[in-house]
């Protein structure tokens, strides 16, 4: 099932082409809008390379949230095609099919965001200060909160109807880091507006990879982004297996 579903990204491009526009995202908020953005970063604004760094963290927690859009189509698309249907009557574990999809998935936002590495490096992108245990630390938070909106994005695609309404409702995945501390610091935001920002999953992801790459305080941000992490991929998994097993029978 694995090995099916990496195949995919090779026989569809258009649904990999995201991999290529996050890191032109990443570019044009660098050095399109990077001077204008950056002022509220520290309350006396920053340099380019400054913002440069603080923008990394957030842009690789959204291609992960942008990445699992696709794993939302694809399981509707197998729901809606019947293929479902046929590997049931084959002599596999029944849980395969969707962890096949999850496993994929965890797999493509990681190649994701060594993509988004890759470009942050090229434009000026620097770790000096993080240590191996911090790097470490760091690629296990991206593939826990990768896991866990997988497992969201799982039960998207189960619910939908059609692949059409799957990546129409997975469409807070995409829009949640816009409103989170992506791209300024949530204390410069309307102070109306903060709790939002504050309040959901990414905002303290992105905290905690910003702590552990450029040596920021973490604060409550790591237990935040944890506990968020094994939330969802629980409320994930548990709501895609019944609807799998329904469909089952």
Known sequence: MLRRNLLHVRRYPPMTLNLLLTPVMLLLFAYSFGDVMSAGIGGRGADRSEYIEYLVPGIAMMTIGGTTVGTAVSVSMDMAEGIIARFRTFAIHRGSVLIGHAVGSVLQCIASV?????????????????????????????????????????????????????????????????????????????????????????TPAIETLRGLLLGSDIGHNGWLAVAWSLGLAVLGYFWSKPLFNRDST
């Not at 245990?133 to 497992?151: C, V, Y």
């Open 114 to 202: 060594v993509l988004v590495g890759a470009v942050a490096v090229a434009i000026g992108f620097r770790s000096t200060d993080a240590t191996a245990l911090e790097w470490i630390a760091a690629f296990g938070l991206l593939a826990l909160f990768a896991l866990a909106l997988t497992w969201i994005a799982v039960g998207m695609g189960m619910a939908s109807r059609n692949p059409e309404a799957a990546s129409n409702n997975a469409l807070p995945l995409i829009f949640l880091p816009l409103i989170s501390s992506t791209f300024v610091p949530v204390d410069a935001m309307p102070g109306w507006f903060q709790p939002i920002a504050e309040y959901q999953p990414f």
